[in-house]
């Protein structure tokens, strides 16, 4: 299986602030990534997929780069609404693995 | 709008049985490929299981294959997802979603499966 990491775990920010998650893969997933943001208490839902393309609705201040088996997830800006908890998943190989989470709060 | 409702969740035995079941509305069920979802306190969020629209493509992660079934009643827009052997480490929240490409747009609120004695 290929295990995903996310770096940090937890990120402390303020509002207005750039943020950057990463997210590595044990092997190369070609771009099949996406990222999800999760509330307490609600579903994951959809930012990004295929690493840069945004989900319908989703603001344009989320962004996704990387390749082989580095990927990144910037906010440019962030918005109160934006604390959450966000994964990555690869769906480049079965089984379809998610990352551990890395939990954004205030700082 | 797209609408996902889990149920029949519970508390079981190990070595019991229980089946799923995921209410669909808000678009054409039969055209999407649905998947099976869970998260544990140990592993986080896990895929189970994906079927197709019309039911002829399943496939199950190896850590519930043998033990699970989905299926799916394109009838009544339903989703299931039959366990069979649980085990402690199956207890979860499960989710079904509407699949795309192998990501997830559209989720369910889930509903919280306990194996326990």
């Known amino acids: 299986d290929i295990q995903m990491t996310q770096s940090p775990s937890t990120l402390s920010a303020s509002v207005g602030d750039r943020v950057t998650i990463t997210c590595r893969a044990s092997?190369?997933?070609?771009?099949?990534l996406a990222w999800y943001q999760e509330k307490p208490g609600k579903a994951p839902t959809l930012l990004i997929y295929?690493?840069?393309t945004l989900q319908g609705g989703v603001p344009s201040r989320f962004s996704g780069s990387g390749s082989g088996t580095d990927y990144t997830l910037t906010i440019s800006r962030l918005q109160p609404d934006d604390f959450a908890t966000y994964y990555c998943?690869?769906?480049?190989?079965?089984?379809?693995?998610f990352g551990p989470g890395t939990k954004v709060d205030v700082k | 709008q797209v609408q996902l409702v889990e149920s029949g969740g519970g508390l079981v035995n190990p070595g019991g049985s229980l089946r799923l079941s995921c209410a669909a509305s808000?678009?054409?069920?039969?055209?999407?490929?649905m998947s099976w979802l869970r998260r544990t306190p140990g592993k986080g969020l896990e895929w189970i299981s994906s079927i197709s629209g019309s039911g002829s493509d399943i496939t199950y992660a190896d850590s519930v294959k043998g033990r699970f079934s989905i299926s799916r009643d394109n009838t009544n827009n339903s989703l299931y997802l039959q366990m069979n052997s649980l085990r402690s480490e199956d207890t979860a929240l499960y989710y079904c979603?509407?699949?795309?490409?192998?990501?997830?747009?559209?989720w369910g609120q889930g509903t919280v499966v306990t194996v326990s004695s």
């Open positions: 808000g678009f054409t069920f039969s055209s999407y490929h």
């Open positions: 092997q190369s997933i070609s771009y099949w």
């Open positions: 295929d690493t840069f």
């Open positions: 998943q690869q769906y480049d190989t079965s089984p379809f693995t």
């Open positions: 979603a509407r699949s795309f490409s192998e990501t997830y747009p559209y």
